[in-house]
Protein backbone atom coordinates (compact mmCIF):
# COMPACT_ATOMS: atom_id res chain seq x y z
CA UNK A 1 0.00 0.00 0.00
CA UNK A 2 2.75 2.56 0.87
CA UNK A 3 4.48 1.61 -2.44
CA UNK A 4 1.37 2.37 -4.53
CA UNK A 5 1.09 5.71 -2.68
CA UNK A 6 5.29 6.59 -3.37
CA UNK A 7 4.18 5.90 -7.52
CA UNK A 8 1.02 7.90 -7.50
CA UNK A 9 2.98 10.86 -5.97
CA UNK A 10 5.81 10.68 -7.97
CA UNK A 11 3.56 10.57 -11.79
CA UNK A 12 1.75 13.27 -10.10
CA UNK A 13 4.99 15.50 -9.57
CA UNK A 14 6.16 14.22 -13.11
CA UNK A 15 2.69 15.07 -14.48
CA UNK A 16 3.40 18.42 -12.73
CA UNK A 17 6.99 18.90 -13.81
CA UNK A 18 5.64 18.58 -17.04
CA UNK A 19 2.66 21.15 -17.34
CA UNK A 20 5.56 23.65 -16.10
CA UNK A 21 7.35 22.49 -18.64
CA UNK A 22 4.64 22.98 -21.56
CA UNK A 23 4.02 26.56 -19.96
CA UNK A 24 7.61 28.07 -19.79
CA UNK A 25 7.96 26.33 -23.52
CA UNK A 26 4.67 28.24 -24.34
CA UNK A 27 5.79 31.46 -22.93
CA UNK A 28 9.35 31.45 -24.69
CA UNK A 29 7.48 30.42 -28.01
CA UNK A 30 5.00 33.86 -27.44
CA UNK A 31 8.43 35.92 -26.34
CA UNK A 32 9.83 34.71 -29.86
CA UNK A 33 7.57 35.99 -31.73
CA UNK A 34 7.28 39.47 -29.93
CA UNK A 35 10.73 39.28 -30.76
CA UNK A 36 10.65 38.53 -34.12
CA UNK A 37 8.09 41.06 -34.73
CA UNK A 38 9.72 43.72 -33.09
CA UNK A 39 12.77 42.69 -34.87
CA UNK A 40 11.13 43.25 -38.14
CA UNK A 41 9.59 46.78 -37.12
CA UNK A 42 13.00 47.31 -36.53
CA UNK A 43 14.43 46.51 -39.75
CA UNK A 44 11.41 48.48 -41.79
CA UNK A 45 12.08 51.93 -39.62
CA UNK A 46 15.98 51.44 -40.78
CA UNK A 47 15.05 50.88 -44.09
CA UNK A 48 13.52 54.13 -44.22
CA UNK A 49 15.57 55.96 -42.56
CA UNK A 50 19.01 54.82 -44.95
CA UNK A 51 16.08 55.60 -47.92
CA UNK A 52 16.16 59.32 -46.95
CA UNK A 53 20.01 59.04 -46.26
CA UNK A 54 20.63 58.17 -49.40
CA UNK A 55 17.88 60.78 -51.13
CA UNK A 56 19.29 63.35 -49.27
CA UNK A 57 22.93 62.45 -50.37
CA UNK A 58 22.29 61.40 -53.98
CA UNK A 59 20.36 64.58 -54.90
CA UNK A 60 20.16 67.80 -52.85
CA UNK A 61 17.08 70.23 -53.04
CA UNK A 62 17.91 72.66 -55.77
CA UNK A 63 17.47 76.31 -54.89
CA UNK A 64 14.22 78.29 -54.78
CA UNK A 65 14.84 80.34 -58.08
CA UNK A 66 14.57 83.93 -57.18
CA UNK A 67 11.42 85.68 -56.32
CA UNK A 68 10.60 87.17 -59.85
CA UNK A 69 9.84 91.62 -60.04
CA UNK A 70 6.50 93.04 -59.91
CA UNK A 71 4.81 93.68 -63.20
CA UNK A 72 6.06 96.55 -64.48
CA UNK A 73 8.61 97.77 -63.08
CA UNK A 74 12.01 98.24 -65.01
CA UNK A 75 15.35 97.50 -63.55
CA UNK A 76 17.87 101.06 -64.23
CA UNK A 77 21.62 100.82 -63.77
CA UNK A 78 22.97 102.91 -61.68
CA UNK A 79 24.02 106.14 -62.96
CA UNK A 80 25.48 109.25 -61.69
CA UNK A 81 23.80 112.54 -63.69
CA UNK A 82 24.23 115.97 -62.68
CA UNK A 83 20.97 118.31 -62.15
CA UNK A 84 22.39 121.20 -63.01
CA UNK A 85 20.60 124.00 -59.81
CA UNK A 86 17.48 125.99 -61.40
CA UNK A 87 17.42 129.57 -60.88
CA UNK A 88 14.35 130.50 -63.31
CA UNK A 89 16.20 130.90 -66.16
CA UNK A 90 15.17 128.80 -68.85
CA UNK A 91 11.64 127.24 -67.38
CA UNK A 92 10.82 125.26 -69.97
CA UNK A 93 13.90 123.74 -70.52
CA UNK A 94 13.97 122.88 -67.09
CA UNK A 95 10.55 121.29 -67.23
CA UNK A 96 11.50 119.35 -70.02
CA UNK A 97 14.84 118.01 -68.82
CA UNK A 98 13.77 116.97 -65.22
CA UNK A 99 10.56 115.56 -66.40
CA UNK A 100 12.78 113.39 -68.87
CA UNK A 101 15.49 112.51 -65.96
CA UNK A 102 12.11 111.41 -63.13
CA UNK A 103 10.69 109.26 -65.97
CA UNK A 104 13.93 107.50 -66.52
CA UNK A 105 14.98 107.19 -63.02
CA UNK A 106 11.24 105.42 -62.35
CA UNK A 107 10.12 108.37 -59.46
CA UNK A 108 7.32 108.34 -58.60
CA UNK A 109 4.72 111.58 -58.42
CA UNK A 110 4.05 111.79 -55.00
CA UNK A 111 7.99 112.40 -54.82
CA UNK A 112 8.82 114.52 -57.68
CA UNK A 113 8.35 117.74 -56.00
CA UNK A 114 10.28 116.93 -53.03
CA UNK A 115 13.41 116.11 -55.02
CA UNK A 116 13.05 119.12 -57.69
CA UNK A 117 13.35 121.33 -54.35
CA UNK A 118 16.84 119.85 -54.00
CA UNK A 119 17.88 121.10 -57.27
CA UNK A 120 16.10 125.14 -56.60
CA UNK A 121 18.09 128.46 -55.96
CA UNK A 122 17.71 131.96 -55.92
CA UNK A 123 14.34 133.57 -56.82
CA UNK A 124 13.17 129.92 -57.88
CA UNK A 125 14.13 128.29 -54.41
CA UNK A 126 12.52 131.20 -52.70
CA UNK A 127 9.05 130.65 -55.02
CA UNK A 128 9.25 127.38 -54.12
CA UNK A 129 9.10 128.19 -50.30
CA UNK A 130 6.53 130.63 -50.64
CA UNK A 131 4.45 128.05 -52.51
CA UNK A 132 4.82 125.32 -50.41
CA UNK A 133 4.25 126.77 -47.30
CA UNK A 134 0.68 128.03 -48.75
CA UNK A 135 -0.25 124.46 -49.67
CA UNK A 136 -0.18 125.91 -53.42
CA UNK A 137 1.70 122.62 -54.57
CA UNK A 138 -0.72 119.82 -54.29
CA UNK A 139 0.64 117.49 -57.29
CA UNK A 140 3.50 116.96 -59.63
CA UNK A 141 1.17 118.30 -62.66
CA UNK A 142 0.44 121.36 -61.07
CA UNK A 143 3.60 122.21 -59.99
CA UNK A 144 4.67 122.31 -63.39
CA UNK A 145 2.12 124.78 -64.31
CA UNK A 146 2.74 127.20 -61.60
CA UNK A 147 6.25 127.25 -62.61
CA UNK A 148 5.95 127.48 -65.82
CA UNK A 149 3.47 130.62 -65.20
CA UNK A 150 5.61 132.28 -62.45
CA UNK A 151 9.16 132.22 -64.95
CA UNK A 152 8.04 131.94 -68.55
CA UNK A 153 7.87 134.72 -70.40
CA UNK A 154 4.28 136.40 -70.60
CA UNK A 155 4.13 136.11 -74.59
CA UNK A 156 4.19 132.45 -74.28
CA UNK A 157 0.34 132.90 -73.36
CA UNK A 158 -0.73 132.73 -77.02
CA UNK A 159 2.28 130.69 -78.88
CA UNK A 160 -0.09 130.29 -81.86
CA UNK A 161 0.32 134.21 -82.01
CA UNK A 162 3.54 134.85 -81.47
CA UNK A 163 4.60 131.74 -84.11
CA UNK A 164 2.29 133.36 -86.66
CA UNK A 165 4.14 136.94 -86.11
CA UNK A 166 7.52 135.68 -85.83
CA UNK A 167 9.63 137.08 -88.61
CA UNK A 168 13.20 136.66 -89.82
CA UNK A 169 14.66 139.69 -88.39
CA UNK A 170 18.46 138.33 -88.23
CA UNK A 171 20.41 135.36 -88.95
CA UNK A 172 18.87 132.13 -90.19
CA UNK A 173 20.41 130.58 -86.60
CA UNK A 174 18.56 133.65 -84.62
CA UNK A 175 15.24 132.72 -86.48
CA UNK A 176 15.22 129.06 -86.48
CA UNK A 177 15.71 128.94 -82.32
CA UNK A 178 13.50 131.38 -81.68
CA UNK A 179 10.78 129.63 -83.98
CA UNK A 180 11.63 126.18 -82.57
CA UNK A 181 10.91 127.62 -78.67
CA UNK A 182 7.55 128.74 -79.50
CA UNK A 183 6.82 125.54 -81.90
CA UNK A 184 7.94 123.49 -78.86
CA UNK A 185 4.51 124.95 -76.89
CA UNK A 186 2.20 124.62 -79.75
CA UNK A 187 -0.21 121.65 -79.40
CA UNK A 188 -2.33 120.73 -82.62
CA UNK A 189 -0.61 122.21 -85.52
CA UNK A 190 0.03 119.84 -88.21
CA UNK A 191 3.91 118.80 -90.08
CA UNK A 192 2.65 120.45 -93.12
CA UNK A 193 1.53 123.50 -91.08
CA UNK A 194 4.34 124.03 -89.29
CA UNK A 195 6.61 123.65 -92.05
CA UNK A 196 4.64 126.56 -94.17
CA UNK A 197 4.78 129.15 -91.46
CA UNK A 198 8.66 128.55 -91.02
CA UNK A 199 9.02 128.96 -94.62
CA UNK A 200 7.19 131.85 -95.03
CA UNK A 201 8.44 133.97 -92.51
CA UNK A 202 11.90 133.62 -93.90
CA UNK A 203 13.00 136.24 -95.73
CA UNK A 204 11.78 136.90 -99.23
CA UNK A 205 14.84 135.52 -100.94
CA UNK A 206 15.39 132.65 -98.46
CA UNK A 207 11.58 132.00 -98.79
CA UNK A 208 12.23 131.51 -102.83
CA UNK A 209 15.12 129.44 -102.06
CA UNK A 210 13.35 127.02 -99.90
CA UNK A 211 10.29 126.86 -101.78
CA UNK A 212 12.13 126.29 -105.19
CA UNK A 213 13.73 122.86 -103.52
CA UNK A 214 9.97 121.27 -102.03
CA UNK A 215 11.19 120.36 -98.80
CA UNK A 216 9.08 117.34 -97.88
CA UNK A 217 9.24 117.80 -93.99
CA UNK A 218 9.88 120.11 -91.66
CA UNK A 219 13.50 119.30 -90.75
CA UNK A 220 14.13 119.37 -94.96
CA UNK A 221 13.07 123.15 -94.89
CA UNK A 222 15.23 123.84 -91.75
CA UNK A 223 18.32 122.46 -93.41
CA UNK A 224 17.98 124.56 -96.43
CA UNK A 225 18.83 127.79 -95.50
CA UNK A 226 22.15 128.70 -94.78
Same mark, same amino acid.
Not at 96 to 102: E, G
Not at 139 to 150: C, G, I, K, V
Not at 152 to 158: G, I, L, Q
Given at each position: ????? +? =????? @??? @? @???? $????? %? &??? &? %???QSLTQANANLNLK?? &???? =?LAALTESPPSPKPPPSPPPNTISRPHMKLE??????? *?????????? %??? *??????????? +??? &?FYMEGLALCWFQWMSRNGFLTSWPTMLQALESRFAPSYY?? #?????? $??? %?????? *????EFEHLANHVIGLSPPLLMSC??? @??? /??????????? #??? /??QAVALPG
Amino acid at each position: MPEHN +T =RQTSI @ERL @E @EAIH $KLTQH %Q &STL &S %QNQQSLTQANANLNLKLD &SVLD =RLAALTESPPSPKPPPSPPPNTISRPHMKLEVPHFDGQ *DPLGRIFKIT %QLF *DYQGIPDAERI +TVA &SFYMEGLALCWFQWMSRNGFLTSWPTMLQALESRFAPSYYDD #PHGALF $KLQ %QRGTVN *DYLAEFEHLANHVIGLSPPLLMSCFIY @ELS /LELRREVQALQ #PMC /LPQAVALPG
